[in-house]
């Protein structure tokens, strides 16, 4: 009996432990990761930038609403929000009531699919087919039927009446104790609703430092903003591959990047230009598959330093 059913009730235990800690413990390890982005013109001061992402926020969420408020304790310089505040058609309020704190700093945001449209119930396996098919979101796959209408317009109104800015396919400026913040920004194309003919033509001549915002970093969007000459670009979407092998990494990012960059800080290099990409593995999941492995959940703290350093 023990060589018959030792072996599988021994697999049986490994996963069940396991999927008790990514679901359990794991998926509310709030992190802070800290990265120095050497991008500034010299003589530039360092500028601290919090990077909040895929945060999808569900009712109840205690926690990570506490963990959010806490981040307002680093006084960064600005704040930038990637998109995918939710995962439950009634949690704005709580998104709102969670960054309150940070809302009373400088902050400009971009959506992800997850601020317009709720989450669905999928087969996680879906990821990896869609990998090997090269079709993430709307981009090789059709639209989803019945789909679930998010009160974005009541997120969008928060985020606004705090005085950040709406990045939807569109330019934006923070002045930082004197210096001129560009930020260009792109709507998700995941859902294939970038639009970069809309901002295109680079950094303007008159700002002190620019940078992109996109949600999802597809290479398009990417491709786009490098060859344009953005020195660094700010990104979320991928959940840092949400279940990843220890030292492996992750499967999948649900976009066409690589998986070796799918969070924290790496390079681009397009046309014969180069940019710092930073991807933010979030510090949420669908409320469907509320579960993390090998990848806690994080914000960031970019300090933008000259290049001279």
């Not at 992402?53 to 205690?62: A, E, K, L, T, W």
């Not at 009160?151 to 705090?162: N, Y």
Request: with cysteine.
């Amino acid at each position: 009996m023990r060589a018959r059913y030792g072996v599988p009730l021994g697999i049986t235990a490994v996963a069940a432990t396991g999927l008790l800690y990514s679901a359990g413990i794991e998926v509310r390890s709030f992190r802070l990761r800290r990265v120095t982005v050497p991008v500034l013109p010299p003589g530039t001061r360092p500028l601290r930038v919090l990077q909040v992402s895929d945060i999808h926020m569900v009712r109840g969420q205690r926690k990570k609403q506490r963990w959010l408020r806490s981040l307002a304790s680093l006084r960064p310089d600005f704040v930038i929000n990637t998109g995918d505040n939710l995962s439950d058609p009634e949690g704005v309020p709580e998104v709102l009531d969670a960054l309150g704190p940070l809302m009373q700093f400088p902050g400009a945001y971009v959506f992800g699919s997850n601020d317009y449209y709720g989450p669905r119930l999928r087969n996680p396996g879906r990821y990896l087919v869609e990998k090997v098919r090269g079709s993430h979101g709307l981009n090789g796959n059709p639209p989803v039927e019945d789909a679930i209408h998010n009160p974005w317009e009541d997120l969008r109104d928060g985020f606004d009446a705090a005085g950040w800015r709406n990045l939807t396919n569109t330019r934006g400026s923070l002045k930082i104790d004197g210096l001129e913040i560009e930020l260009t920004g792109l709507d998700d194309p995941h859902i294939k609703r970038d639009r970069y003919m809309r901002v295109a033509g680079g950094p303007s001549p008159s700002a002190d430092f620019s940078m992109g915002v996109v949600h999802a970093p597809y290479l398009r969007s990417l491709d786009a903003f490098t060859a344009d000459g953005y020195p660094l670009i700010l990104a979320g979407h991928t959940h840092g591959g949400q279940l990843c092998i220890p030292f492996y990494g992750a499967l999948v990012t649900n976009c066409d990047l690589d998986t070796d960059r799918v969070k924290g800080l790496s390079r681009h290099a397009s046309q014969g230009r180069t940019s710092y990409l930073h991807v933010s593995a979030g510090c949420g999941t669908s409320r469907y598959t509320p579960v993390r492995f090998a990848c806690p959940p994080e914000a960031t703290l970019l300090t933008l330093v000259s290049k001279e350093h």
